[in-house]
């Protein structure tokens, strides 16, 4: 199984200050027919479901804001979130869709300093 | 718009059994594939289980493999699973989510609001 490990588990940060979540993975999700990478990110707030940010590792859902960006390649991926809101509290995972089992990073829990 | 709406979780005895449906409404139901993803108290997300939009294939999480039964009814809209044999290690929300296809890959696009299964005795 491809394991996802997310840095740093929680972090603060101030209100319009930029958030930085990073997530590894164990081995490569660069999906040679297309040469993107099968990485996707999501946000949960609390007493919600899961929802899809970014996928493709960069590509953002229709709807979500620009402040959120994702990038990186291979094993190495990051999540930015550029002039932090207060309703961007939550904690946010990362996914490799390269194979079954789909596997999630840990989460990384996001708070207000 | 897109719904996805669990029920059937509840209390259930360790080597009890349980079945989870998702009915689907908003899209094309049987355009595509469908994943249950769990979620265990205060714990991270785990992917359990998916089909193809026809049914003919399905995937599991090697923990629940031989005891849960992905399947889905294009008529009624629904997508279900079938727990066995069920552990105290199965108690968490179990999301239904439907899979957006790109490129011959999935991803989750839309989540349901999630139905709490408790194992225990």
């Known amino acids: 199984d491809i394991v996802m490990t997310q840095s740093p588990d929680s972090l603060a940060v101030s209100l319009g200050e930029r958030a930085t979540i990073n997530c590894k993975s164990s081995?490569?999700?660069?999906?040679?027919?297309?040469?993107?990478?099968?990485l996707a990110w999501y946000q949960q707030k609390p007493r919600q479901p899961p929802k899809l940010l970014i996928y493709?590792?960069?590509t953002r859902e229709s709807g979500v804001p620009d402040r959120f960006s994702g990038s990186g390649s291979g094993t190495d991926f990051t999540l930015t979130i550029t002039s932090l809101q207060a309703e961007d509290v939550a904690v946010y995972y990362c996914q490799q869709y390269y194979t079954t089992p789909y596997t999630f990073g840990q989460g990384t829990k996001l708070e207000i300093k | 718009e897109v719904q996805l709406l669990e029920s059937g979780g509840g209390l259930v005895q360790p080597g009890g059994s349980l079945r989870l449906s998702c009915e689907a409404s908003?899209?094309?139901?049987?355009?595509?594939?469908m994943s249950w993803v769990r979620q265990a108290p205060g714990k991270g997300l785990e992917w359990v289980s998916g089909i193809g939009n026809a049914g003919h294939n399905t995937f599991y999480t090697k923990s629940v493999k031989g005891r849960f039964t992905i399947s889905r009814d294009s008529s009624k809209n629904t997508l279900y699973l079938q727990m066995n044999s069920l552990r105290a290690e199965d108690t968490a929300v179990y999301y239904c989510a439907r899979n957006a296809e790109s490129s011959g890959q999935f991803f989750f696009d839309y989540w349901g609001q999630g139905t709490l299964v408790t194992v225990s005795s």
């Open positions: 908003g899209f094309t139901f049987n355009t595509y594939a």
């Open positions: 081995q490569s999700v660069l999906y040679s027919f297309n040469n993107k990478n099968s």
């Open positions: 493709w590792a960069s």
